[in-house]
């Protein structure tokens, strides 16, 4: 097996020494074996799988633990335990295809808001129901609530019911979330929105990352989450690729 140098290493990969040093005090390489003189050994092993962390991490997505599973993917590859590496990534892909999903459906109803399109209430489930619908803790529930993100009605014995409108309005809000929106952004626009139908949603939002609106915002973050399903993909070829060279 060929051995590497560290600025060998930065040169092929096309990073800086430091980083390199980095990766390894992360946990994202392999053990590395050093010289008498102090120098470190790398191997073929950790050339591939610093390329394969800089695949993972090439797109950014937060959601949801999405970003914490892939780092484990990562740190699992270099154990040389490729099937649980490999099972990560399935679930890392399977995770991505949920949360575009959950986008595109927040643009038709983005669409349909914006449109002033409102529909009699066919459901009123309880806070439990909505957890588990669209897959939000209850502590976040309660967190948009206590913003004043949602005015969650109550029956007479005190509970709390939630309408199509409100679901409606929570998957919203979680789609803006998952794009990087501040509470207090979603809150501006949802005030603005609903004194005056149709308010500046760009401007309503104003926040210093983007200047999009609610629908470009949603397009956005399906864009990058296509990307991160590639990109999940090309991993599965590479860790398929590792565990017979490596293995």
């Known amino acids: 097996m060929n051995t590497y140098t560290t600025s060998d290493v930065a040169k092929i990969i096309g990073i800086h020494s430091n980083t390199v040093r980095l990766y390894e005090e992360w946990g994202l390489l392999p053990p590395v074996e050093r010289k008498p003189n102090g120098y470190r050994i790398f191997t073929d092993f950790h050339i591939e799988q610093l390329r394969l962390a800089r695949l993972a991490f090439q797109i950014e997505v937060l959601q949801n633990g999405l970003r914490k599973k892939i780092v484990l993917m990562v740190k699992t590859a270099a154990t040389k335990d490729f099937d649980a590496a490999l099972s990560?990534?399935?679930?890392?892909?399977?995770?991505?295809?949920?949360?575009?999903?959950?986008?595109?459906?927040?643009?038709?109803?983005?669409?349909?808001?914006?449109?002033?399109?409102?529909?009699?209430?066919?459901?009123?489930?309880?806070?439990?129901?909505?957890?588990?619908?669209?897959?939000?803790?209850?502590?976040?529930?309660?967190?948009?609530?206590m913003n004043g993100l949602l005015a969650v009605k109550r029956k007479q014995n005190g509970y709390r019911v939630y309408t199509d409108e409100d679901i409606k309005q929570l998957k919203i809000i979680?789609?803006?979330?998952?794009?990087?929106?501040?509470?207090?952004?979603?809150?501006?626009?949802?005030?603005?929105?609903?004194k005056n139908p149709s308010t500046d949603i760009r401007k309503a939002l104003n926040?210093?990352?983007?200047?999009?609106?609610?629908?470009?915002?949603?397009?956005?973050?399906?864009?990058?989450?296509?990307n991160a399903e590639k990109n999940a993909e090309n991993m599965i070829e590479m860790l398929e690729d590792m565990k017979i060279r490596f293995s």
């Open 174 to 194: 979680r789609s803006l979330r998952c794009a990087g929106y501040s509470l207090e952004a979603i809150l501006r626009m949802l005030q603005q929105l609903s």
């Open 207 to 226: 926040t210093p990352k983007t200047d999009a609106e609610i629908i470009t915002v949603c397009d956005k973050l399906i864009v990058s989450l296509q």
């Open 88 to 145: 990560l990534t399935e679930e890392y892909r399977k995770q991505l295809r949920q949360e575009r999903a959950n986008a595109e459906e927040a643009i038709c109803i983005a669409k349909q808001l914006l449109r002033g399109v409102t529909e009699e209430n066919s459901h009123f489930l309880k806070r439990k129901e909505v957890s588990d619908y669209l897959d939000i803790s209850m502590d976040t529930l309660r967190n948009w609530e």
